[in-house]
């Protein structure tokens, strides 16, 4: 392999690892309107709930949604806000809770709630899913049942995860597939397009360090609101960089009518098969991209030492 290729695939990889990245901020940006962290969250519960307690069945949703809502829980500082906005009430639940805090959360709001089928659901619920704090001797039964609800909670939160990395995956996916064809984005005419032009390759190469960087970013803040204004602010500085490469990710003049360049089978190939690059998503080309920027020192010394016995 000469350097001339492996700056291609370099610059290559650069474009995958950028457009991947706005494919996943748009995703992130899904996940915080939509608060699917919460929602899943919320699911997972209604599920143990249902499934451990099926007397308490018709309350699991209100008793999931209750302590995900709780003001000493919620991620959200809207959690305050108790008028039920469909929209505002996703971005109340929280994204994360332990067994420990949704029982102690559920016992507070349990003192809360008038007497009625609720209330005496949320009692069986908090008498059977731990030993009473400071009971040192409580009935081997009462331990059984609370080792019993500890570990359901963790599959349940186990379960709830793999939900939503699947709501995440499908998102991203759609997100290629929708990019992919609005921006015409063939694979194989974009890798004949960097073998032969030197400025764009060495443009992608300044870029790669910055989309690396930036692939590394943490997560978005908790809080819906801050999540979406970080999330927009990140997509425009990853399309900068790309920009600022001489790379026109929209086809100039844009095809009229937009689907009338897909008449050739070469080009639908070319984007089906980007489509499919993309869905491996922003940590496999940010690991490509490291892997082969890690190679170019090699390749480099290997050519010079075999120049220098040449001559």
């Not at 359901?152 to 995860?161: H, Q």
């Not at 009518?257 to 993309?278: M, N, Q």
């Amino acid at each position: 392999m000469s350097l001339e290729h492996l700056d291609t695939l370099i610059a290559f990889a650069t474009v995958m690892l950028g457009v991947s990245l706005l494919i996943t901020t748009f995703t992130q940006m899904v996940s915080a309107f939509l608060g699917l962290r919460g929602t899943n969250l919320r699911w997972g519960l209604k599920a143990l709930i249902e499934n451990i307690y099926p007397d308490s069945k018709q309350h699991a949703h209100d008793i999931a949604e209750a302590v995900l809502r709780h003001p000493l829980i919620s991620d959200s500082s809207l959690s305050i806000i108790r008028r039920k906005v469909p929209l505002l009430q996703r971005w109340q639940l929280a994204n994360h809770v332990t067994v420990a805090e949704f029982v102690r959360i559920l016992e507070k709001i349990t003192a809360q709630t008038s007497a009625g089928d609720l209330k005496t659901a949320m009692q069986n619920i908090v008498q059977n899913a731990q030993p009473h704090p400071g009971d040192n001797g409580a009935p081997s039964a009462v331990v059984d049942v609370a080792e019993e609800f500890q570990f359901w909670f963790e599959t349940a939160m186990g379960r709830t995860a793999q939900r939503f990395r699947l709501h995440m995956r499908v998102w991203t996916i759609l997100f290629a597939v929708g990019l992919c064809l609005a921006l015409h984005l063939d694979s194989l005419q974009l890798y004949t397009q960097l073998s032969s032009d030197a400025e764009l390759r060495a443009g992608l190469a300044a870029a790669s360090s910055t989309l690396s960087a930036k692939a590394q970013q943490p997560a978005a803040a908790a809080d819906e609101k801050a999540a979406l204004e970080n999330l927009a602010k990140q997509a425009r500085e990853i399309k900068s960089s790309l920009d600022a490469t001489r790379l026109n990710l929209i086809p100039s003049p844009y095809p009229n009518p937009w689907y009338s360049t897909y008449e050739g089978r070469r080009h639908l190939l070319g984007v089906l098969f980007t489509i499919a690059l993309l869905s491996l998503g922003a940590p496999f080309w940010f690991n490509v991209l490291k892997s082969l920027s890690s190679l170019k020192p090699l390749l480099a010394s290997k050519q010079e030492n075999t120049g220098g016995a040449a001559g």
